[in-house]
């Protein structure tokens, strides 16, 4: 996540909420500190959002995946299996990563907030769609072999998060790097899914 002068308000809060809270905790972190940490009064935090939950909250709807990898998929693929692929595995593991104080807020929280973990759930259920509805449509242009589309799709999925918890800690996969990972499981899948 980025940090600089060209941050809104907005912003500088939302960050402020995710550094704090990944280093606290939601109940280590008070509503004064965030505002501090961000450069403005607790009552601008409090005018924007109303409260600390809404601020966690919208700092997930804000910095989460969904709307790049739905702007990914609208914009950028070339309708060749592998390449695609590729691509949305590195895109996946770019945000993920970009977002890991995100991922462990989420860990460490959703079993103290009620309603956390179907927030956070949103945006893997709409990446679940949108790659479904992709190999549907592959599988109509000719591309794709007979199958159930949404299992491929969660597989998938499971293989890209799976590899992003395991370095969630460390930068390779038991000495194996994360291209390198993505390379060979893409290679197997396009093997596996192509006519």
Known sequence: MSNGN???NDDKLLLATIDLMAAKGYNGVSTQEIATAAGLSEKTLFRRFGSKRNLLEKAFDRFHYAEEITKLFNEKLVWDLQTDLLLISRTYHEIMNRNRKMIMISIKEEGNLPGLR???QKHPQQLLDILTNYFVTM????KLIRTDFKVQALS???????AFMNNLDSD?????SLDTFIIETVQT?????TP
């Open 6 to 8: 060209n941050l809104s």
């Open 118 to 120: 179907e927030r956070t």
């Open 139 to 142: 599988y109509e242009k000719g």
């Open 156 to 162: 998938f999925m499971m293989l890209n998060f799976g």
């Open 172 to 176: 390779d996969i038991i000495n194996v």
């Open 189 to 193: 899948f396009t093997r596996a899914l």
